[in-house]
């Protein structure tokens, strides 16, 4: 089982972008789909992007979609998630999580087991 860490956070403004890491340890990364959920303070956890094994297909939520890019690099074990013109609205902990089925990070969080620690993005207006 891999473990994930997430890095890349921090304090942007409105209309700018970050990117943020998230890196697996272990030989056997590319077994995994990959998923990026965020939550905001007081809200429940939801789905950002998700990308497939080898990254041939991705997914991503309404509220990103056309401004966030998922994306992985298989030989460095690590996923990525370019972020641009980002609103106070993405304010959120970021997670990225691995399943062997691409089909159980579309489906629901509750369901996935592995998980990364998470990184902050705090977006000012």
């Known amino acids: 089982q891999v473990q994930l860490v997430e890095s890349g956070g921090g304090l942007v403004q409105a209309g700018g972008s970050l990117r943020l890491s998230c890196a697996a340890s272990?030989?056997?990364?590319?077994?995994?789909?990959m998923g990026w959920f965020r939550q905001a303070p007081g809200k429940e956890r939801e789905f950002v992007a998700a990308?497939?094994?080898?990254?041939?297909?991705?997914y991503y939520a309404d509220s990103v979609k056309g401004r966030f890019t998922i994306s992985r690099l298989n030989a460095k074990n690590t996923v990525y998630l370019e972020m641009n013109n980002l609103k106070p609205e993405d304010t959120a902990v970021y997670y990225c999580?691995?399943?062997?089925?691409?089909?159980?990070?579309?489906?629901?969080?509750?369901?996935?087991?592995?998980w990364g620690q998470g990184t902050l993005v705090t977006v000012s207006s």
């Open positions: 999580a691995a399943d062997g089925q691409l089909g159980e990070i579309l489906r629901n969080y509750r369901y996935l087991g592995i």
């Open positions: 272990g030989r056997t990364f590319s077994r995994y789909a």
């Open positions: 990308i497939s094994k080898f990254g041939g297909n991705t």
